[in-house]
Every structure is written in C-alpha cells, then in structure tokens.
C-alpha cells in the first residue's frame, strides 16, 4: 500500500476506498486474495504499454483493513488511520445517521491533501 497503494473516499457515497495499481495481476490477485474486493483491468491508450491492474476494497470492509495495515505502514499511515477511525456500523435502506455522514465528510477533508505530491506527511 505504501508504494502503488491509495486511501480514498468515493464520490457521492462518502465511502472509504483501497486501492492498489500494478502491471503485475500477481500484485492484485494477492490482495484480492487476502481482503476480498474487485480487480479491474485498465489498458493503457499510448503505445505498446502493459495493462495496469487495479484491485479495490470499497466501503465499509475497507475500514478493517485499514486498521489492519496500519503497523505496517510508513508513508501512508497517516492516511490508513484517518479511514481506519471511521465506524464500521452498516444501515439499511440507506439511513445513515447525520453523525456518521459528518465523520465521513471530515475523514475525507483530512485525506485530501495527503493525496497529492509534496505534502510532507512524514514531517
């Protein structure tokens, strides 16, 4: 996760978001096989350049993982904690308390700017 790895927050939804990205299917498929999730092929439209491959874990089993990566994280862990403080607690027929929105929408202000190059997260 720390190198082709991201932490994100998905659309509309508010949602937390694993990825991770790589030319090797290997990389993908072991994730897949460790967290559950989706893998995606994505081709690249220049070239003769190799497919990438893009595992995901969405919503709120990507919380757990989070926890769970955190010790062995150094950039990015950070980022695992912010996804990893969320609640874990499913709603049906979409009645999501405003509290746990307003979480979602806070964790998500947080890992905004540790997304993008040259934030310094390690200072």
């Known amino acids: 996760m720390d190198g082709d790895g991201s932490f994100l927050f998905q659309g509309a939804s508010g949602l937390p978001l694993l990825e991770v990205s790589n030319t090797d299917y290997r990389m993908v ?3 897949q096989e460790i967290a559950g999730g989706r893998i ?3 081709d690249k439209k220049k070239g003769f350049a190799r497919p990438v491959w893009k ?3 969405f919503g709120l089993p990507s919380v757990p993982m989070a926890r769970k990566l955190i010790p ?3 950039v990015k862990a950070r980022r695992a904690a912010i996804i990893a403080a969320l609640p874990t607690k499913s709603y049906k027929g979409g009645q999501v308390p405003r509290l746990v929105l307003y979480l979602r929408e806070e964790a998500a202000k947080k890992l905004h700017p540790l997304n993008h190059r040259g934030t310094g997260e390690l200072a």
Do not use: A, G, K, Q
């Open 29 to 31: 498929e072991r994730c």
């Open 40 to 42: 995606h092929r994505y």
């Open 55 to 57: 595992w995901s874990l």
């Open 72 to 74: 062995y994280l150094v």
